[in-house]
């Protein structure tokens, strides 16, 4: 079990400056530990859509020093946040903070094709999430998208990621599970 009081001091600084409205911190960062375990081990940069208040993106960050990691947010003074957040973590040579929409940032030529992996946790509407983080990922790249919690519905997986429309998104789902999020593939 990873030491995560560093960690935690700088989620709470977060929280109190009101960036992260989770009740129980050490129950988000076991949530975003969902994301770790589905990054594959040979990825080297992870974008991470809509940091907000660094989760998943912090603790990706702690968990994997192997990865190189920019976190979005469109808003400055969450970005300011997250710029602090990562200086107190001493991450700041790996990981870096990149204010804008990220349908703008996606045409940015440092940024596009350039990424291993793209994590989304409460962006959007699962398609649109897809659309995107295409831009930023490299061939066979893949997006790690958190879940709601499971749907007993039948069909529920379908309404969700509807095979035509992530196909012609360029993407398919990995058959893998993984507990709390979804991985997909882009062809």
Same mark, same amino acid.
């Given at each position: 079990?990873?030491? =995560?009081?560093?960690?935690?001091?700088?989620? $709470?600084?977060?929280? $109190?400056?009101?960036? +992260?409205? #989770? @009740? &129980?911190?050490?129950?988000?960062?076991?949530?975003?530990?969902?994301?770790?375990?589905?990054?594959?081990?040979?990825?080297?940069?992870?974008?991470?859509?809509?940091?907000?208040?660094?989760?998943?993106? @912090?603790?990706?960050?702690?968990?994997?020093?192997? @990865? !190189?990691?920019?976190?979005?947010?469109?808003?400055?003074?969450?970005?300011?946040?997250? *710029?602090?957040?990562? &200086?107190?973590?001493? +991450?700041?040579?790996?990981?870096?903070?990149?204010?804008?929409?990220?349908?703008?940032?996606?045409?940015?030529?440092? @940024?596009?094709? &350039?990424? =291993?992996?793209?994590? !989304? *946790?409460?962006?959007?509407?699962?398609?649109?999430?897809?659309?995107? !983080?295409?831009?930023?990922?490299? /061939?066979?790249?893949?997006? +790690?998208? &958190? #879940?709601?919690?499971?749907?007993?519905?039948?069909?529920?997986? #379908?309404?969700?990621?509807?095979?035509? #429309?992530? $196909?012609?998104?360029?993407?398919?789902?990995?058959?893998?599970?993984?507990?709390?999020? /979804?991985?997909? /593939?882009?062809?």
């Amino acid at each position: 079990m990873p030491d =995560d009081a560093e960690l935690l001091s700088v989620l $709470e600084s977060l929280r $109190e400056r009101g960036a +992260i409205g #989770e @009740l &129980s911190l050490p129950d988000a960062v076991a949530h975003a530990a969902s994301f770790v375990a589905a990054i594959p081990l040979e990825a080297e940069r992870l974008l991470d859509l809509g940091s907000g208040g660094g989760l998943p993106g @912090l603790v990706i960050a702690v968990r994997r020093p192997d @990865l !190189a990691l920019v976190l979005t947010e469109r808003r400055e003074r969450r970005a300011d946040l997250l *710029r602090l957040a990562v &200086s107190r973590l001493g +991450i700041g040579d790996r990981v870096g903070v990149m204010t804008g929409d990220v349908r703008t940032l996606g045409r940015s030529t440092e @940024l596009m094709s &350039s990424f =291993d992996v793209v994590t !989304a *946790r409460a962006f959007g509407e699962p398609l649109w999430t897809l659309s995107c !983080a295409a831009p930023f990922l490299g /061939q066979h790249g893949l997006v +790690i998208v &958190s #879940e709601p919690p499971v749907s007993a519905a039948v069909g529920a997986d #379908e309404r969700r990621w509807p095979r035509g #429309e992530l $196909e012609r998104l360029g993407f398919v789902l990995d058959p893998i599970p993984f507990p709390h999020v /979804q991985r997909l /593939q882009h062809r």
